[in-house]
């Protein structure tokens, strides 16, 4: 399975459970009663990293709707919303950040989110956000224009890494750590020779000729990348 946007569906969209994937606690208490009190959402969950929330959607039903924040201590970068669109494709995902840099958020779109809100926007600019994902569209911030045309090399490096399916992408965040296939085998339970085929797939679903490579495209996705060079 690879990454692909979440159209924006003209049929209204259910949105009453939520999951926040945010490392604030104060920040993810208050969300939480805006979403409820505000938004009209039933049930809302919180998680502190990426990992967690993974785990979350794995071991319950989805939710519908994920609210994630970029800057999370297990990522560097917009990997988390591949990872997590990877985990749950069904789900709708609203970014909330306080990285609002239009290269940014168009490379967050890209990468299959249906809304950006900058992190401390007032609780009427959730609402909206809810209100519009719920109509089918997508939500962006008032006065937000698209980067210049011509993707930058971190957006090429979003787009190339939704390519992945969800196994690929964990085996290559292992490599980036520095694991070999004999450790990536024993971490994920399966055997080397299948580590073996993945990394093959990987490298070339990513244009790459080699581990290195690969590992440059995935450090290409993170922020530093995404952001435009200051004069």
């Known amino acids: 399975m690879t990454v692909a946007p979440l159209p924006a569906d003209p049929a209204a969209r259910v949105l009453a459970r ?66 997590l669109r990877l985990a749950a494709p069904d789900v709708a995902v609203l970014v909330v950040s306080s990285l609002a840099d239009p290269r940014v958020i168009g490379a967050a779109l890209q990468a299959g989110a249906l809304g950006f809100v900058p992190k401390h926007s007032h609780r009427d600019v959730y609402r909206a956000a809810i209100d519009a994902l719920r109509a089918g569209r997508v939500w962006l911030p008032e006065g937000f224009e698209p980067a210049a045309p011509g993707a930058s090399a971190g957006e090429a490096a979003v787009a190339r890494l939704g390519l992945l399916t969800r196994q690929q992408a964990r085996i290559l965040q292992l490599i980036c750590e520095g694991k070999l296939n004999k450790q990536i085998a024993y971490d994920l339970n399966i055997a080397e020779t299948t580590v073996k085929a993945h990394v093959t797939a990987i490298m070339r679903k990513l244009g790459v000729l080699s581990r290195t490579q690969a590992v440059l495209i995935a450090k290409e996705a993170r922020f530093a990348s995404l952001m435009p060079e200051s004069g």
């Open 18 to 83: 939520a999951l926040i994937v945010d490392d604030h606690p104060l920040f993810c208490d208050a969300l939480s009663m805006t979403l409820k009190v505000v938004a009209g959402l039933t049930q809302v969950e919180t998680v502190g990293r990426l990992d967690e929330a993974v785990a979350r959607l794995d071991a319950a039903a989805h939710p519908d709707l994920v609210v994630l924040d970029l800057n999370l201590p297990d990522v560097d970068g917009l990997d988390g919303l591949v990872r």
